[in-house]
């Protein structure tokens, strides 16, 4: 499943090509004709990103919901259409583009009011101006679950995936399953601070970059992680263990990252 980054990245390019346009709205595949049939010729006023949520926001209030899930795909290419490519759910023309996307989990017109209960139901998202850290903050600080539970926890915080969750807790030194009203409040910032860098980064890269000398402006390189997937910690040498967190794969060091079992909160 894309990881937040991935999302905002696809609003940003989408809000070049589309924002501002009449937009001819079509469901190749047929899943979709009578929602595309009700936003086609409307004005595209924005694109923005929730989260792993797109909502592309059309004249009338109206507002096309898009989750991708595990295989959704958006692809884009210049005009002049070209026929589409597998089953495509959704097509969208505008004036120099044509945007396809395919298999997304979520395809759906919302009004002003779904929006609103659909951006209520969702945590503060990291790379958003108005995200509010204290509402995630409040909820990490009462729960039991384990810091890599409530991370991944889109109702908790908004764009954290499998791969930014294992790498920022590593880089926090804190264990995974070290429980959520057990950290720190200076912990708390710690991981939000970090995790809204890479997630930034990852924005601007195009890839998950955790990797401490990767993230200098001048690096060339792509994808670079240092614990998720690995057999050693670059840290200390030591294994890297893979633990199980809700049926996802995670990875820790144990040495760097000790778990310390608790059963009282900080205050």
């Known amino acids: 499943m894309p990881e937040g980054h991935t999302i905002h990245r696809a609003a940003r390019d989408l809000r070049r090509k589309l924002a501002g346009g009449t937009v001819d709205v079509m469901s190749p595949q047929g899943r979709f004709s009578s929602g595309a049939a009700v936003l086609d010729g409307r ?9 792993k949520h ?15 899930g595990l295989f959704g795909r958006i692809r884009s290419h210049k005009q002049p259409v070209e026929p589409p490519r597998g089953a495509v759910r959704v097509r969208l023309v505008g004036g120099t583009h044509v945007i396809d996307i395919n298999g997304p989990t979520i395809c759906e017109i919302l009004d002003r009011d779904d929006v609103v209960k659909l951006i209520s139901r969702i945590g503060p998202d990291l790379i958003r101006d108005d995200a509010d850290p204290e509402r995630a903050f409040a909820r990490i600080a009462k729960s039991r679950a384990p810091i890599g539970k409530l991370l991944i926890d889109q109702t908790v915080i908004a764009g954290i995936g499998n791969i930014y969750r294992t790498e920022v807790l ?26 809204k860098a890479l997630l930034e980064v990852g924005v601007k890269r195009n890839s998950i970059i955790t990797v401490e000398e990767a993230l200098k402006p001048r690096s060339r390189l792509r994808e670079r992680v240092n614990i998720f997937g690995k057999g050693v910690c670059p840290r ?31 205050k």
């Open 170 to 195: 590593w880089r926090q030194s804190i264990h995974p399953f070290t429980a959520g009203r057990a950290l720190t409040p200076h912990q708390l910032e710690s991981l939000w601070t970090d995790a």
């Open 43 to 51: 004005t595209c006023c924005t694109i923005e990103a929730y989260g």
């Open 54 to 68: 797109l909502l592309l926001r059309f004249a009338g209030d109206l507002s096309l919901h898009i989750h991708l």
């Open 236 to 266: 200390c040498d030591e294994a890297v263990t893979c633990l199980d967190i809700s049926g996802r794969k995670a990875f820790a060091c144990e040495t760097c990252q000790p778990f310390i079992p608790s059963t009282q909160g900080h």
